[in-house]
């Protein structure tokens, strides 16, 4: 009688042992899923394309335009590095990344770099991948209404504040009020745009979100100056470019690209003006553009001018900055505060390219 | 004599009722009836002067009409644009052959879309993606279905010959769109380019052309007397109808990407089909079981007198009728993949809804503007779906088990 049941749980039996087996070498092994064995950059010469991890949905740092085109802050560091690695700054595949697919991603080394406005923490750069150089301090604020009477974050006591749900956001934002031991009225919403909307209807007297996003957000309401950005930050979020883990040689092209475009600005040197500064005489400008000694580029595998193409394609740190958030950039305005060169008192600074 | 006059007097359909008798009778056929609708009239001018008023004046269209490519073929290279031209010519061009053969709603449906082809042609505004080529393209397009109307009257064309082009449309469109790698003509278009319209069809239809099949094979997979397969079918029918969709796309789209080796990994796009696939095969498996049940045992019994063999009863006798019965479920079932695939913006596709999400969030200006390109959005999901349920009607109708027969 049962004997007809026992095939059905022949496979079940099957079933559950693949599934312990799968299992356990996930968890024995994080190593073998996690590092991959591969040469990013061969693999990268081999397909002629960097594939990157981005974004389409966030002005000024990933955006389509009319076009179709992928641009931003940090699409143009991936043209940057297509750009000393193969010459061409369109040799960039964008794979549009969710929040939750960033991590694995870069776990299975499908991007060759994850340049979509990631915070650069000790857990993330543990277990997703290497972290390269930070590209945008950015941090969390506040923005309020100017007629709402609230002049300083003293006054925040039993304030409603709208912001997205299940983000760090969110969790800043409560442990901030708890340090001051306030309290507040949270609106949350699941969708970005929804935040802002019900802020500007006057549902709730404070919108906290990272102080870019705050700037782009406020250029697009109708009155931009009934709004005010709290000089108070209350979290470090560092955006940084990551690469997969397990290829050395591919982290430290990475990283040399993101340190030429902040000396370029250093020294002076734009995209418009690449090609005249390689018969400069500052000794400095021309080891960045290969002209003198040696960078690196031999043991990286570059060509001497790998660099001088970064910048003419993206140009400097700043002019990528200025293209998008600068006085009259593409997205908004916003002022470059610690984002700003060594020299100008900002936390920009990269090791000399030498 | 007498008896044909009869006949011909009781065929007479009744006139349909004029339009002040039509008003008496569903308007003011009582008193409580026609207090209602005094009532309710005002309310209704009222909420439609409203619509129309905020859609013609204060709607803001900006970030709907500034990006057409954007929300048809998403980020697709402009100079390869063609290829999205070729396969919607082709379609158009069996559009008006089924037009031809059939009539009918195709008919109807072939019209509409001239209609709006020649329309967009000639719309009188200034676009920069609406230049001379793209209006000519649009104007030959009324011309291919005006074309495959009059190849469709050619009675040497057979109806199997129109239903093997059409299923060879989805598989020449794929072929055309990824291209060939290194070839001049049609270079590689990797699938991340790939969006808007272009990428909800394909899922829609990749989705209903393979989960079908497939969910007819569970369907008798459940129903087999060998153990395995019953087993197998069962707990693959009851673990996907147990997890919500979301689940399997994330499924497929991460945790699959983590197990498999670096060599063998999938495409981004084809993982989210196979989610979608899987998922709609589950429950089409249960319709298509519903029909295959409801089929008699006399029928598969006669079918074995008559000496048939068990293939042969499968595909003639008990497969028509059992899919004849679950027609409604089944399209009821389609229509609600082609919805589904909306997911897939949580796994990074930009399909249509994706790409309006995109362009939202790209302009800090357009934040405001969310309203008018969600109900863009949400009306030409409802065309779309809406065509598809008035298909599944009049097929319905067609095959004699209709409801208003």
Redesign the interface.
């Known amino acids: 009688m049962y004997r007809?049941?026992f095939?059905?749980l022949a496979?079940f039996i099957v079933?559950a042992l693949v599934l312990t087996a799968?299992g356990s070498t996930?968890a024995d092994e994080p190593a073998e899923?996690v590092a991959?064995e591969?040469d990013i950059l061969n693999r990268v010469l081999d397909r002629g394309k960097v594939v990157c991890g981005g974004r389409?949905?966030?002005?000024g740092f990933g955006?389509?335009d009319?076009?179709?085109?992928?641009e931003g802050f940090d699409i143009d560091f991936c043209r940057a590095v297509a750009a000393a690695v193969l010459g061409d700054p369109e040799a960039v595949?964008?794979?549009?990344?969710?929040a939750?697919?960033r991590g694995?991603?870069l776990?299975?080394?499908?991007v060759d770099i994850l340049s979509r406005n990631v915070t650069w923490t000790s857990s993330r750069d543990a277990q997703w991948g290497n972290f390269t150089n930070v590209m945008f301090y950015d941090g969390q604020g506040f923005m309020i209404r100017k007629d709402s009477g609230i002049g300083s974050t003293d006054e925040f006591d039993g304030a409603t504040v709208c912001v997205t749900s299940g983000t760090t956001t969110e969790q800043n934002l409560s442990d901030f009020f708890r340090q001051n031991g306030m309290e507040y009225e949270a609106v949350i919403f699941e969708e970005?745009?929804?935040v802002?909307?019900a802020y500007?209807e006057g549902r709730c007297d404070i919108t906290t979100s990272d102080k870019s996003q705050l700037a782009?957000?406020?250029?697009?309401?109708?009155n931009p100056d009934d709004h005010i950005i709290l000089d108070i930050t209350i979290s470090k979020e560092p955006l940084t470019p990551a690469v997969p883990h397990g290829d050395d040689t591919w982290f430290d092209i990475v990283k040399i690209v993101s340190f030429a475009l902040i000396n370029a600005e250093e020294l002076g040197v734009t995209q418009a003006n690449v090609e005249e500064m390689k018969s400069s005489d500052n000794i400095n400008v021309l080891r960045l553009l290969g002209e003198e000694g040696d960078w690196g580029y031999t043991d990286l595998g570059l060509a001497p001018d790998a660099l001088a193409k970064a910048i003419s394609a993206v140009g400097n740190y700043g002019e990528i900055y200025d293209r998008y958030m600068g006085p009259n950039g593409i997205?908004?305005t916003l002022p470059r505060g610690p984002n700003l060169n060594w020299y100008d008192g900002g936390l920009i600074y990269a090791p000399p390219i030498k | 004599m007498i008896n044909t006059e009869i006949e011909q007097e009781m065929i007479k359909p009744p006139l349909p009722p004029g339009p002040l008798k039509w008003v008496k009778e569903n308007l003011f056929s009582s008193i409580f009836n026609s207090v209602m609708t005094v009532a309710l009239i005002p309310i209704v001018f009222y909420l439609l002067f409203s619509v129309v008023s905020w859609a013609l004046f204060s709607a803001d269209w900006r970030a709907v009409t500034q990006f057409p490519l954007l929300y048809t073929v998403g980020q697709y290279p402009r100079d390869q644009i063609w290829r999205v031209g070729v396969i919607l010519s082709s379609i158009f061009l069996f559009l008006g052959i089924s037009w031809g053969r059939w009539g009918g709603l195709l008919r109807s449906i072939s019209l509409a879309a001239g209609l709006v082809c020649v329309v967009t042609a000639l719309l009188p505004v200034q676009h920069p993606q609406l230049d001379q080529g793209m209006r000519l393209f649009l104007g030959s397009n009324t011309v291919m279905i005006l074309i495959g109307y009059f190849i469709g009257r050619i009675k040497a064309v057979k109806a199997s010959v129109i239903v093997v082009g059409w299923l060879l449309i989805p598989i020449c469109a794929v072929v055309l769109l990824a291209g060939i790698e290194n070839s001049e003509l049609i270079p590689n278009v990797p699938t991340t380019l790939w969006g808007g319209l272009l990428v909800t069809f394909l899922l829609a239809a990749g989705g209903i052309l393979l989960s079908f099949p497939l969910g007819v094979a569970l369907a008798f997979g459940r129903r087999s007397d060998l153990p395995v397969l019953s087993g197998f079918s069962t707990i693959f029918i009851e673990v996907i109808r147990g997890v919500p969709l979301v689940t399997i796309l994330f499924m497929f789209s991460i945790i699959l990407a983590l197990f498999l080796p670096v060599e063998s990994r999938i495409d981004r796009l084809v993982r989210a089909l196979m989610a979608v696939t899987v998922f709609s095969a589950a429950y089409s498996a249960e319709n298509v079981r519903g029909g295959l049940q409801s089929v008699p045992l006399g029928q598969i019994e006669a079918a074995k007198a008559l000496g048939m063999s068990n293939l042969k009863t499968t595909v003639f006798i008990v497969l028509p009728q059992a899919l004849r019965a679950v027609l409604p479920a089944i399209a009821g079932q389609f229509i609600s993949l082609f919805k589904d695939t909306t997911l897939v913006v949580i796994i990074g596709i930009n399909d249509f809804l994706g790409i309006g999400r995109s362009i939202i969030n790209s302009d800090p200006e357009f934040v405001q503007l969310r309203t008018e390109v969600y109900i863009f959005i949400a009306l030409i999901y409802w065309i779309f779906s809406y065509l598809m349920s008035l298909a599944s009607r009049r097929l319905e109708t067609a095959m004699g088990i209709s409801d208003n027969l």
Do not use: H, W
């Not at chain 1, 389409?56 to 002005?59: G, K, Q, R, S």
């Not at chain 1, 595949?93 to 969710?98: A, G, H």
């Not at chain 1, 782009?216 to 109708?222: C, D, I, K, L, Q």
């Open positions: 007809k049941y095939p059905v496979i079933l799968c996930a899923v991959v591969e389409t949905d966030l002005a955006m389509l009319a076009d179709g085109r992928n595949e964008v794979v549009p990344l969710t939750s697919d694995p991603v776990q299975t080394a499908e970005t745009a929804a802002y909307s500007e782009s957000v406020r250029s697009g309401f109708a997205s908004f």
